[in-house]
């Protein structure tokens, strides 16, 4: 796993934006996979700004979603299928038969999972992940104790996810299920670029950096991967032992 800390949030953002473009100026027709939540905002703002400037061509590209909060309509401004169209889709000009995203609205979980695996699998898996941290440690909804070698999969949602969840939602919603691309297929990502800034972050980074390597804490599994790059802001590389900010 690579470390890469950087002076501020907007600093970070260009960087991980960079690297996207990179992916894709590498392979054109590479399957890319996001995530939601405040960290990746500004990677994507920059994105799609790195893309227009550059002129990149991003037709061929495939682009899937990590998660999907079950029961909550696209139109919703907290869904992640909002979320994507908002900040990159749309932007972008991405054509809608370059996405898939999670139904959640399905009415048939097991199929909706399997629908999943099958779009990953039959594009040689993920070329590059997106990722946060939840406060919970958890990538994607692959909550605390996930075992390791989860496909795509329905789970319920930990406490503190629903908690921290009700900051996305301008109105009172029950979340209670997620679905998610799963750990095998986090491990198995050609690159897996997890993101993380802001003071609040620094006991997550602090753990999963310093702390024991377990599903327990699923954002320390970053340092089994093959191709793991974490990059932070100062701020939640605050509490990091091995980080000296001078
Ligand atoms: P955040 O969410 O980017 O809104 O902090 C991260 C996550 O839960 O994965």
Same mark, same amino acid.
């Given at each position: 796993?690579?470390?890469?800390?950087?002076?501020?949030?907007?600093?970070?953002?260009?960087?991980?934006?960079?690297?996207?473009?990179?992916?894709?100026?590498?392979?054109?027709?590479?399957?890319?996979?996001?995530?939601?939540?405040?960290?990746?905002?500004?990677?994507?703002?920059?994105?799609?700004?790195?893309?227009?400037?550059?002129?990149?061509?991003?037709?061929?590209?495939?682009?899937?979603?990590?998660?999907?909060?079950?029961?909550?309509?696209?139109?919703?401004?907290?869904?992640?299928?909002?979320?994507?169209?908002?900040?990159?889709?749309?932007?972008?000009?991405?054509?809608?038969?370059?996405?898939?995203?999670?139904?959640?609205?399905?009415?048939?979980? #097991?199929?909706?999972?399997?629908?999943?695996?099958?779009? *990953?699998? =039959?594009?040689?898996?993920?070329? !590059? %992940? @997106?990722?946060?941290?939840?406060?919970?440690?958890?990538?994607?909804?692959?909550?605390?104790?996930?075992?390791?070698?989860?496909?795509?999969?329905?789970?319920?949602?930990?406490?503190?996810?629903?908690?921290?969840?009700?900051?996305?939602?301008?109105?009172?919603?029950?979340?209670?299920?997620?679905?998610?691309?799963?750990?095998?297929?986090?491990?198995?990502?050609?690159?897996?670029?997890?993101?993380?800034?802001?003071?609040?972050?620094?006991?997550?980074?602090?753990?999963?950096?310093?702390? #024991?390597?377990?599903?327990?804490?699923?954002?320390?599994? *970053?340092? =089994?991967?093959?191709?793991?790059? !974490? %990059? @932070?802001?100062?701020?939640?590389?605050?509490?990091?032992?091995?980080?000296?900010?001078?």
């Amino acid at each position: 796993m690579e470390l890469k800390v950087f002076d501020n949030y907007g600093g970070l953002s260009v960087a991980a934006a960079e690297m996207i473009m990179d992916c894709i100026k590498d392979k054109p027709d590479a399957l890319l996979c996001f995530a939601t939540g405040d960290t990746p905002k500004l990677t994507y703002q920059e994105l799609a700004a790195g893309i227009k400037r550059e002129g990149t061509d991003i037709s061929k590209c495939f682009f899937i979603g990590l998660d999907e909060w079950l029961g909550i309509p696209p139109h919703n401004n907290g869904s992640c299928h909002y979320f994507l169209h908002h900040y990159l889709f749309s932007p972008m000009g991405i054509s809608p038969r370059q996405v898939h995203l999670f139904d959640a609205m399905t009415t048939n979980e #097991e199929d909706e999972c399997k629908r999943m695996n099958s779009i *990953i699998s =039959k594009r040689g898996g993920i070329d !590059l %992940m @997106v990722v946060g941290i939840g406060m919970n440690g958890h990538i994607g909804f692959n909550e605390p104790g996930t075992a390791i070698d989860a496909a795509v999969h329905v789970t319920p949602l930990d406490e503190m996810t629903k908690n921290v969840g009700k900051k996305y939602f301008t109105e009172e919603v029950t979340i209670n299920k997620g679905i998610t691309v799963g750990l095998k297929q986090v491990m198995q990502a050609k690159t897996l670029l997890m993101i993380a800034n802001g003071k609040k972050k620094a006991p997550v980074i602090k753990k999963a950096i310093e702390g #024991e390597i377990s599903t327990d804490f699923p954002a320390a599994l *970053i340092r =089994k991967h093959h191709n793991g790059i !974490l %990059m @932070v802001d100062s701020e939640a590389a605050s509490e990091l032992k091995t980080y000296f900010n001078d």
